[in-house]
């Protein structure tokens, strides 16, 4: 289930404790509205979730891609042009099951290290634009995006 980020503290922090939660939670206040404690500077959006929810394996994943090409971009595994999706987590269990989600899906996965690293594929940055053609942004169908090109994004935007 996906929210928008101004509903996290709706998710329910007690039954979600010691399980994987993918946050796929991108903060766009023009759109979805303000979230007070992002914009006071009290916390990242990227570490939003992981704050409301300490006791559960947070990964981010699924915030790169738009949800219509999420459906239509996978692949077979092997296939040329099969897409590379970033994900980023403080668990290396929690991401290997990430993973293999995301693979299920047709999509390979770049580990982009811990959570607070999830601020390389955040909104406005290349990486987390790669899957939109600019000339059709959300209304084109979706460019594949190799793991190779993903990296180059992802360097663009720095390692901590």
Known sequence: MTIPVRAYRQVPAEPLRGKVVIDTLNYDPARLGHVPEIDAGNTPPHLLLQTHLPGSHVVKAFSSIFHRHLAT????????????????????????????????????????????????????????????????????????????HLITLLTAHGAS
């Open 73 to 148: 971009l996978g692949r077979p595994e092997g296939a040329p042009d099969r897409s590379t999706l970033p994900i980023a987590g403080d668990s290396d269990d929690a991401k290997r099951a990430v993973a293999t989600l995301i693979d299920s899906l047709g999509y390979d996965t770049h580990d982009v290290g811990p959570l607070a690293e999830s601020r390389r594929f955040a909104p406005g940055t290349p990486a987390q634009l790669a899957h939109l053609d600019p000339d059709g942004m959300f209304a084109a169908p979706g460019r594949p995006v190799t793991a190779a």
